[in-house]
């Protein structure tokens, strides 16, 4: 078996953790971002298992300005 390495981004909605793979597009939740991440896991593995990527790309991060009216945001 190969193992591979993919990148999680998580973020918080509500009461749940949402935790995605930009790589292949996998997304899933739990209540705690390790529940999300092994989740996230499990459900890449199937994805995978059913749809071999063609090409292998990495994400990268990075960040971004954007101006939001004070008014909106409750300032």
Do not use: R, W
């Not at 193992?3 to 939740?29: L, N, R, W």
């Not at 209540?31 to 071999?52: M, Q």
């Amino acid at each position: 078996m190969l193992k591979e390495t993919f990148s999680a981004v998580i973020h918080k909605e509500e009461d749940m953790y949402i935790a995605e793979c930009p790589e292949v597009g996998t997304v899933s939740q739990g209540k705690t971002v390790d529940e999300a991440l092994d989740n996230l896991k499990e459900a890449t593995e199937l994805y995978l298992e059913e749809f071999k990527p063609k090409t292998k790309s990495k994400s990268f991060l990075t960040t971004f300005e954007v101006t939001v009216n004070e008014e909106a945001v409750g300032a």
